[in-house]
């Protein structure tokens, strides 16, 4: 971006110099939750359960991380996405975890995951001598649903960046 500014128009970099540019912070989780509640009731939606409400919430706590996270924007257009799932099943007033994009017999994230998980899964199935990573991946999934029960997973906190993998 600065460099756009300085190269592509240097007018542009005077008149908005990026040093005096606004910053906002993020909004707290209980900043995000009353927001997710407020505008959903704004839109005539009620939640249907605690859990559901607490789903949208770790969806907005994982977007958080990336760089161009909105607040306010964020909770909008998560609920321009569910108001488009709602609207498709008819009458409902409720959100409920499909609405999000979210599976019920998931194991912690979306049918989109699951899918994927699955995808893998067959893959992994073809490689020779793959058994030690599968049973590497089935023991990290393990420990993640283990600290995730404990409470010991914080979802809005980035994870601790690790080398090559492979």
């Known amino acids: 971006m600065f460099k756009m500014l300085r190269e592509a128009n240097p007018g542009l970099q005077r008149r908005f110099s990026p040093e005096s540019a606004f910053h906002f912070a993020d909004f707290s989780d209980e900043q995000l939750e009353e927001l997710l509640h407020r505008t959903a009731a704004a ?3 009620k939640w249907s359960s605690r859990k559901v409400r607490k ?3 770790g969806l907005l706590i994982r977007e958080r991380i990336q760089p161009n996270f909105g607040n306010a924007g964020s909770v909008n257009s998560l609920l321009g996405r569910v108001k488009s799932a709602v609207a498709a099943r008819g009458d409902a007033r409720e959100i409920i975890l499909a609405d999000l994009g979210l599976d019920e017999n998931a194991a912690g994230g979306s049918a989109k995951t699951e899918a994927l998980l699955a995808e893998v899964e067959a893959e992994m199935s073809e490689l ?3 058994e030690h990573l599968r049973a590497h991946f089935d ?3 393990a420990r993640l649903t283990t600290l995730e029960k ?3 997973l914080d979802a809005s906190r980035p994870a601790d960046k690790v080398g090559s993998y492979v």
Do not use: I, P, Q, S
Request: charged share 25%; aromatic share 6%; glycine share 14%.
């Open 139 to 141: 023991d990290l999934a």
């Open 128 to 130: 020779f001598k793959a």
């Open 43 to 45: 839109a005539g939606l």
């Open 55 to 57: 789903a949208a919430l």
């Open 150 to 152: 404990d409470g010991e």
